[in-house]
């Protein structure tokens, strides 16, 4: 339970990883950059350069330290969950601070533009939190999740992946940002226990 509940979280990130352009010619390619290399790439080590611990704690249901390193364990056994490319639109920045509109396409956030914020430090631009659905497809999210459960082989039988998809599918805008962006792992949690007698009839 607790592997579909941090699954269903990632896919807020996709493991995980969007981002925004904005301000000066030097911000808008360090940021083009850092969009690039997370939204692209599964490495442990965009967890702690390319995000802040408050992106972390948003898409693991965990807190601290714990959420860096779940983000850090997520990296090195997923790669499905990644986009194949990003279109980086509605770029603003103020100081430290930047947001834009991130369309995705491929992995876990297939088809969908992303709200997100970013915030500088040392320097460098990193990924602070998913603020919403831009443009959001539920159809498409519940696609990408079974695509990629199948693709990672994690276990879980047809079945399951199906259940699960298709509760993702019937949610709306507002639904799937509770569940996904709230950073509460109570919505997840509900959604794989709705899928509950169906799992515990595969499994065992």
């Known amino acids: 339970m607790r592997r579909i509940l941090v699954a269903l979280a990632l896919i807020a990130l996709a493991a ?5 352009c904005g301000g000066g010619s030097g911000d808008e390619t360090a940021i083009t950059e850092t969009i690039e290399t997370a939204a692209t790439t599964a ?3 965009n967890c702690t350069e390319l995000q802040t611990l408050r992106f972390n704690e948003q898409n693991s249901a965990t807190e601290g330290k714990g959420a860096t390193r779940a983000c850090e364990e997520e990296a090195r056994r997923n790669h499905a969950e990644v986009a194949e490319a990003v279109t980086v639109s509605n770029i603003s920045v103020e100081g430290e601070d930047a947001t834009a509109e991130v369309e995705l396409e491929g992995g876990a956030l297939n088809s969908q533009t992303i709200e997100m914020a970013l915030v500088e430090e040392g320097g460098d631009w990193k990924l602070d939190q998913i603020e919403g659905f831009a443009s959001y497809d539920g159809e ?17 039988s047809k079945e399951q992946i199906s259940c699960i998809g298709g509760r993702i599918g019937e949610l709306n805008q507002e639904g799937a940002e509770v569940m996904f962006l709230s950073g509460s792992p109570a919505g997840a ?5 709705s899928c ?3 799992d515990r009839q595969v499994i065992h």
């Open 43 to 45: 490495d442990p080590g």
């Open 140 to 156: 498409a999210l519940a696609e990408a999740f079974e695509k990629v459960y199948e693709e990672e082989a994690r276990g879980l």
């Open 196 to 198: 509950g007698r169906q």
């Open 189 to 193: 949690i509900a959604l794989a226990k």
């Open 16 to 20: 995980l990883a969007i981002a925004a």
